[in-house]
C-alpha cells in the first residue's frame, strides 16, 4: 500500500472516530508529527506506531476506549449522582431514627439511610 493510500485511509478512520490528529497521537503514544507526515502521505509510520494507531482508532469506534473528554463527563455525572443519593440519605436523620431504637421505623430508617449512603459511595466508585 503507497503511503498516500494508506494517509487518505488514516485520515479518513481519525475523521469517523471523531478524533483530532492531537488526540490520536496522544492517545496512540506517538509523536503527533509522525502523524501528521502520515496522514499527509510523506511516510508510512513505524510497524509499532501503526499497530497502536490502529489500536486506538478499534477501540474508540468499537466503544472500547473512552475519550478524555467521556472519561471527564462520566465522572460528573456519577459526582452527582452521589450528591443527589447522599441528599436522599438526609431524609432519614441519625437523630429521627436513632441506632438504639428497635422500633421498626426506625430501623427501616437506618436501612434506608444507609442504601442511600452506599449507593452514593458506588456512584463514586468507592469501595464499600
Do not use: C
Not at 33 to 43: C, P, V
Amino acid at each position: 500500500m503507497s503511503s498516500n493510500v494508506y494517509g487518505e485511509q488514516l485520515r479518513q478512520r481519525r475523521r469517523d472516530a471523531r478524533l483530532t490528529q492531537e488526540q490520536l497521537a496522544d492517545l496512540a503514544g506517538i509523536a503527533k508529527t509522525t502523524l501528521r507526515n502520515a496522514e499527509a502521505g510523506r511516510n508510512m509510520p513505524r510497524p509499532q506506531h501503526a499497530a497502536a494507531i490502529d489500536a486506538v482508532l478499534d477501540g474508540v469506534v468499537s466503544g472500547d476506549m473512552k475519550l478524555p473528554e467521556d472519561v471527564e463527563r462520566e465522572r460528573t455525572v456519577r459526582e452527582e449522582i452521589a450528591l443527589q443519593l447522599e441528599a436522599a440519605a438526609e431524609w432519614y436523620p441519625e437523630s429521627v431514627f436513632p441506632s438504639s431504637s428497635q422500633n421498626p421505623d426506625a430501623i427501616a430508617g437506618r436501612a434506608m439511610r444507609y442504601a442511600y449512603q452506599n449507593a452514593a459511595r458506588i456512584a463514586r466508585g468507592e469501595d464499600l
